[in-house]
């Protein structure tokens, strides 16, 4: 009689994502098909609330902090995308 060996995370240097498909077909990819989307969406939105804040700055006095923030919203844009690309990879 054939039964499936036991599924082993415990490894810290290896991929753990053809140990879940092994064990539970490619049922176990659905978590990642479906967080990459919303790791884009994220991205936009960061986008989108840089453009809000520059005019909303402007009127409050605060366009001073403007280059930090598009800094900001840049590395995470870049995190975001960067991570999104991982999951589907």
């Known amino acids: 009689m054939l039964t499936k060996p ?3 995370l415990e ?4 991929d753990k994502v053809p140990a879940l498909v092994t064990q539970l077909g490619y049922a176990g990819l659905i978590p990642f ?3 990459a989307p919303a790791v884009w969406l994220v991205d936009t939105k960061l986008s989108a609330l840089v453009a809000v804040d520059r ?5 409050y006095l605060l366009r001073s902090w403007l280059p930090m923030r598009l800094t900001l919203t840049v590395i995470a844009s870049v995190s975001c995308a960067g991570g999104a690309i991982g999951l589907l990879r």
């Open 33 to 35: 098909v479906t967080l």
């Open 55 to 59: 005019a909303t700055y402007s009127r």
């Open 11 to 14: 490894s810290k240097t290896e």
């Open 6 to 8: 036991p599924l082993h």
